[in-house]
Each structure stands twice: as C-alpha cells, then as structure tokens.
C-alpha cells in the first residue's frame, strides 16, 4: 500500500523516507532510493532495550528536521515513537490496517496511539471503530494501479505456460506467512479441494516467519508435494494473479486487505474468511466463509463458476484506484503541513 502511494504522489511536493527495524534488506529498498527516497534502520524493538530505542529516535528526529510528519502503521510499536514525535513537535498520522487482536500486548499499543494521534486514518470502517473507537477518523483506502491488474487473457495464458500449468484448477493467495493469516487453514482447505479435484494446484505469494513450517508439512503430505508452488516475495503479482482460477484468504483478522482488491481487479472470484470485512466486496465477487469448516470452502469453490470478468470500471467507480487515492493523500499532506518539499 505504502509503495502503490509513493509510486503516484507528486514526489515534488511531498517525498516519502521509511524507517525499518531490520538490518535486513527490504525488497522495494532499491526502488525507494529511485524514487528519491531514503530507508533508516531503527533498532529491532525488544521490551528490554526500550531506552536505547528510545534514544534513537530522539536521536534520529534531532537530526531530520525535514520530517515534519510522522506516519505510523499499526501494529508496529507507534505509540512509543509517537509519544517522542510530539515532544519533537512533529505531526503524528496513525494508521490501522487491522479490526482487531487477539494479542494483549498489541491491543495495548493501539490503545496508547490513540493519545499520541494527531491523524487518525484506517483502511476501512470497521478497523477505525475498533482501532480509534468514539474519536473521529478518516478511511483510506488500500488503492491500485487499476489498469496494471486488468484481467488480460493473454497475460493469463502467458503466466500459466511460465509457471507450467496446462488445465488445472489454480487456486492463489498472496499473504505472508503470519498466525493471522491462518497459513495452515489455508493448507487445509487445498487440501479440501484437492480430495474432490486431483489436478488443483495451489500457488502461494509471500513470505514470513511460518515458512518453514509450512514447507515442512508440504514435504511431509505427498498430496501436497507437487502441487503447491511457493513463489516468495514477488513484483510482479499483478500478472500472477492472472494465472490463478480462485483466489483464497482465510485469515483470522484483517483491516481491508489490498490483496482481495487486486484479485477482483484481476477479475478473479474471492474466498475469504468471514472475519473479513465486507467492505472488501466492491465487485460483487467475493464470498465469505467461516474457518474452521474447510469443506465447506471446497465445495462452494468447486460448485461455483469462477471464470474471469473484466472488473475495471467497478473498481474505479469503487473508488480504489490509486491516482484518485494519491492525489486525495497529497493534498492532506499539503494541508496539514501548510506548505510544501516535506518529507514524512
């Protein structure tokens, strides 16, 4: 979402710098610096080392007075950085992309934030009730480059000989592998669908920490070792998407996922979990299904029909397409800051 915005803001008038918490390198860090964009390593923060972060943000706010806005992402620890931000007299924008945890410690944060807040801003109606309850907040929404997602059948046909898939029904995620989006529940229900049709394939966007796990039961259950395709992080999900039949989400929790727009951009029909907002439906192709009956999942699928429509024009009437969404960003920058050349 972060990079779809910086991709078509006017970089003149407002330019994006990001702090992360990894020594790791990120994978849009090379096309950031392209942009004229700069990424600042912050300590990984750990309850223990809490006065040492701290200092560095005091440190790092101290020396870049150009940032005159903060912009914090829930979950992310935003409460400590933006309790430093406003001593340091700089603009604080929260942002929630989540409608709920069940991780105390999480809910605790978010509780915090909403002190430090000077903007609150959420993905979608039901993650601001939660995140900011009575105080007012603005949506939004997680925009895309609606044309880039366009259903092409020739992009279709394209990808599928790629990625060596000839008549199988593909099911596709794009999620990381985090407890949230319920990686395991979604083997689970391939696994559902593969009992009814032996040629399913899944292919799966993403990355994280339950990696190994995943690839473990992968190697372990032979109905699963040949046909599902884990492809990592990638940049060029916009034509992945198009090799896909199905698109899957069964996750725990989510604000208003931008992974379930740029299916139906793709012109693809959704299952997702019914813990997903129903915002997230603005083509009509979504349906939503309870988790834990992975039957269910496989026989609605299979029942249905899931061919391709083109989707464009509903998604732009929607409103998520992101040269609208960037230019409504740019002038509430412009707005708040009172003149122009910041940087947050």
């Known amino acids: 979402m972060c990079m779809n915005l910086y991709r078509h803001i006017d970089r003149k008038k407002v330019q994006f710098d990001f702090v992360k918490h990894t020594e790791k390198k990120g994978e849009f860090e090379d096309e950031i610096a392209s942009l004229g964009g ?47 931000a406003k001593k340091e007299q700089r603009i604080t924008v929260g942002h929630i992309h989540a409608s709920g945890t069940k991780n105390r410690i999480k809910r605790f944060f978010v509780k915090q934030i909403r002190k430090y807040t000077d903007y609150p801003l ?21 925009a895309l480059d609606a044309e880039l997602f366009r259903y092409s059948p020739e992009i279709r046909m394209e990808m599928r000989r790629t990625l060596g898939l000839d008549n199988e029904l593909t099911l596709g995620t794009v999620a990381n592998f985090s407890p949230l989006k319920n990686p395991m529940g979604l083997i689970d229900i391939f696994l559902s669908v593969k009992q009814q049709c032996q040629n399913a394939k899944l292919l799966w966007i993403g990355d994280g920490g339950e990696r190994e796990r995943i690839e473990t039961r992968i190697r372990q259950d032979e109905n699963l070792r040949d046909s599902v395709m884990l492809l990592g992080t990638r940049n060029d999900v916009s034509q992945l998407l198009q090799a896909m039949d ?30 997903v907002t129903n915002e997230v439906d603005i083509t009509g192709r979504c349906r939503f299904l309870p988790i834990a009956n992975h039957k269910l999942w496989a026989n609605t699928i299979l029942a249905d029909n899931i061919s391709h429509v083109d989707t464009y024009q509903l998604v732009v009437d929607s409103g998520y397409d992101i040269h609208t969404t960037a230019k409504w960003l740019e002038r509430f920058y412009m707005q708040i800051i009172s003149k122009g050349g910041v940087r947050f």
């Open 246 to 275: 199905v698109f899957l989400l069964p996750s725990l929790s989510e604000g208003l996922p931008v992974s379930v727009i740029e299916a139906q951009a793709s012109g693809l029909k959704c299952y997702i979990s019914d813990r």
């Open 38 to 84: 700069q990424v600042f390593v912050a300590p990984h923060y750990k309850l223990y080392n809490i006065i040492s972060y701290r200092a560095w943000w005091r440190a790092f706010l101290k020396k870049h007075p150009e940032h005159r806005i903060i912009h914090g992402h829930f979950f992310t620890i935003s409460a400590v950085y933006f309790a430093i």
């Open 122 to 142: 959420a993905c979608s109606k039901q993650a601001g009730e939660w995140a900011y309850r009575d105080h007012h907040f603005t949506v939004i929404k997680n």
